[in-house]
């Protein structure tokens, strides 16, 4: 098994920033893709950012040029930039991860963006 664990959330005031982590922990597997959804209260969960093992990413129309996505392959670990975040940007952000053995979601940690 793989346990995904998301941290950096909080409640922010509109136009701030916060960075989210994701790390992946567990033996023998690696990593393949990672990605940031969210879920807003009443909506679907959305992919937000991608990104592949070779850091390759892509980031949903509504976070470009606002969010940044990366990874560090030696500590397993994924992170969200986002700047610029709006209130619209509320929701519970989840962590998914791919690896060789399965794929695996985090428990969420929650974004609050409010004056």
């Known amino acids: 098994q793989v346990q995904v664990v998301e941290s950096g959330g909080g409640l922010v005031q509109p136009g701030g920033s916060l960075r989210l982590s994701c790390a992946a922990s567990g033996r023998s597997f690696s990593l393949n893709t990672m990605a940031w959804y969210r879920q807003a209260p009443g909506k679907q969960r959305e992919v937000v950012a991608i990104?592949?093992?070779?850091?390759?990413?892509e980031s949903l129309d509504s976070g470009k040029g606002r969010f940044s996505v990366s990874r560090d392959n030696a500590k397993n670990t994924m992170y969200l930039q986002m700047n610029g975040l709006k209130p619209e940007d509320t929701a519970v952000y989840y962590c998914?991860?791919?690896?060789?053995?399965?794929?695996?979601w985090g428990q969420g940690t929650q974004v609050t963006v409010s004056a």
């Open positions: 990104i592949n093992s070779d850091g390759r990413s």
């Open positions: 998914r991860i791919w690896a060789s053995i399965g794929d695996f």
